[in-house]
């Protein structure tokens, strides 16, 4: 069974910066894709960013590019998600998920999920 642990949230000021990681364990764990997704209250869990596992190859929603960087330590089975220029609109509880299958921000892909860490950004 796979099991994702996220860190990293918390309380920042617009314009600060947050650095979340989802750490991947499990028997015989491997995985061919990783992404991060957040969600606001009853709304959709929208797609934030995905990164394919040792090839590098990233996908990045609109409203994060040039802001949020993605990246993975294979070593350590830890993704990280570097947050910068942080904007209210950025609030949510973020949660990192994994696939076998290749590089996607369809959320339907992704069979495991984290518990989510929060991240509030304040005005």
């Known amino acids: 069974q796979v099991q994702l642990v996220e860190s990293g949230g918390g309380l920042v000021q617009a314009g600060g910066s947050l650095r979340l990681s989802c750490a991947a364990s499990?028997?015989?764990?491997?995985?061919?894709?990783m992404g991060w997704f957040r969600q606001t209250g009853g709304k959709e869990r929208e797609f934030v960013a995905a990164i394919s596992w040792s090839r590098g190859s990233t996908l990045y929603a609109d409203s994060v590019k040039g802001r949020f960087t993605i990246s993975e330590d294979n070593a350590k089975n830890t993704m990280y998600l570097q947050m910068n220029s942080l904007k209210p609109e950025d609030t949510a509880v973020y949660y990192c998920?994994?696939?076998?299958?290749?590089?996607?921000?369809?959320?339907?892909?992704?069979?495991?999920w984290g518990q989510g860490t929060q991240v509030t950004v304040s005005s």
């Open positions: 998920a994994v696939t076998v299958e290749p590089l996607s921000q369809q959320q339907s892909r992704y069979n495991y």
């Open positions: 499990g028997r015989s764990f491997s995985s061919r894709a």
